[in-house]
């Protein structure tokens, strides 16, 4: 891991150690959010507890699923799929759908194999709708930890009602280490360009 990475999954445990129970790191895109999550993860999975991994499309399922054979080929036996047809509700790690978990029947069958220990919230930005909110207050897991690069949301609603900021590494900082490529830019002048009929929101 690097070392922001490392300082992220040492500032969350300290988060929980404290009592509070939703950390929230904020990693801008393409410096390893899912990594970092996994990582934080095997060590409960390791020591037999359950873990729930949340995520609001396919391929923020896929993803850390392919993330933990990747890493912890060991675990990745103990870990499974809950979303449409395929349904590995019994499974140690839980790689599920929050949608198909909104099904109380669906739920219901995950946890009755266990309550998870921690659960995580891809795209934790999403989660400020009602149902969202009631979902995971009705999985009941102890730790919950929430993984954004972008925390401000376009309508407005602060994430800061149910998370704590555990750790923000800025897209800025990522640059000025060498994590992210900088970005070239460069101006084109369009004279032909014709904005007067263009729509205007102020």
């Not at 392919?66 to 499974?80: C, I, N, Q, W």
């Not at 349904?87 to 194999?113: C, E, N, P, Y």
Request: charged share 25%; hydrophobic share 40%.
């Amino acid at each position: 891991l690097r070392p922001y990475q490392e300082e992220a999954i040492h500032k969350v445990r300290a988060l929980w150690a404290s009592g509070e129970r939703n950390a929230l790191i904020v990693l801008p895109t393409g410096c390893g959010k899912t990594a970092t999550a996994i990582s934080l993860i095997a060590q409960a999975a390791s020591r037999g507890h359950r873990v729930l991994w949340l995520g609001h499309r396919e391929e923020l399922l896929d993803q850390p699923y392919r993330t933990l054979r990747g890493l912890f080929p060991a675990l990745s036996m103990r870990s499974g799929i809950v979303q449409a047809g395929r349904d590995d509700s019994d499974a140690q790690i839980v790689f599920a759908s929050a949608d198909t978990l909104r099904s109380a029947r669906r739920l219901s069958k995950v946890l009755v194999a266990g309550p998870p220990l921690v659960v995580v919230v891809d795209e934790a930005h999403h989660y400020r709708d009602n149902t969202y909110e009631k979902l995971l207050d009705a999985i009941g897991g102890r730790y919950y930890l929430g993984l954004t690069a972008t925390p401000d949301r376009a309508d407005g609603k602060k994430l800061g009602t149910r998370w704590k900021l555990a750790h923000a590494y800025s897209v800025l900082k990522a640059f000025d280490e060498g994590f992210l490529v900088q970005p070239t830019w460069r101006r084109e002048m369009l004279p032909e360009l014709d904005l007067e009929e263009a729509e205007t929101k102020g």
